[in-house]
């Protein structure tokens, strides 16, 4: 479990923290979860999501289960610099839909003595590194891989398999069109096409 650094920072001192996975795996659940805590503190909290991702909600982030919390939808990373004014924590969900500024813009912050608390995919459909999740997580103080499980075999499940036809990289969809497997049971599925 991921423990929270509730020290007041000065400049220079925030840090990064991504939260990576495959799909149905909670990691926007945990999230926002984090991001709830942080307004328990009473600590200025704004939260940021791609433009693209309407699957439940315009503007809100919200979970597979539901729970949910109010963001502000955004087209490219440098606009969250802009919007970012007089706060202590910023929450950026479904990193991966992102431009790769996305690393640079969470590095500013932080720099600027921010607390950044990122989710998203780290790899896709093919189970390849994904946007720029990977450039964050290498920069990052605090990395947390939450697992899904897998609708196979019951194992822990850290890729996300697409079983509808579609080669686009990015392709919104939920249980219609992804499943959470383990390796062994990805692996099977990859041979089969």
Not at 19 to 25: R, T, V
Not at 86 to 103: K, R
Not at 129 to 134: A, H, L, N, V
Request: some cysteine; glycine content about 6%.
């Amino acid at each position: 479990m991921f423990l929270e650094n509730t020290t007041k920072q000065s400049i220079g001192g925030g840090w990064i923290e991504v939260i990576c996975g495959s799909m149905f795996s909670g990691k926007t659940e945990e999230l926002i979860r984090r991001l709830r805590r942080a307004k328990i503190a009473r600590q200025r909290v704004e939260i940021f999501k791609p433009a693209i991702d309407t699957r439940y909600d315009k503007e809100a982030v919200v979970s597979h289960d539901e729970t949910s919390i109010k963001s502000t939808p955004v087209q490219a990373a440098s606009q969250i610099i802009l919007l970012a004014n007089d706060v202590d924590v910023v929450g950026i969900d479904e990193a991966q839909f992102f431009d790769d500024e996305l690393s640079n813009v969470c590095n500013l912050l932080a720099n600027d003595g921010i607390r950044v608390i990122v989710a998203g995919l780290d790899m896709d459909f093919r189970g390849k590194p994904f946007g720029p999740i990977p450039s964050l997580m290498s920069s990052a103080e605090y990395v947390t891989k939450v697992h899904a499980i897998c609708m196979e075999c019951g194992s822990l499940a850290h890729y996300s398999h697409r079983f509808v036809e579609s080669e686009s990289l990015v392709l919104l969809g939920e249980t219609d069109r992804y499943v959470p497997l383990c390796r062994k049971c990805f692996l099977k599925k990859k041979k089969v096409k």
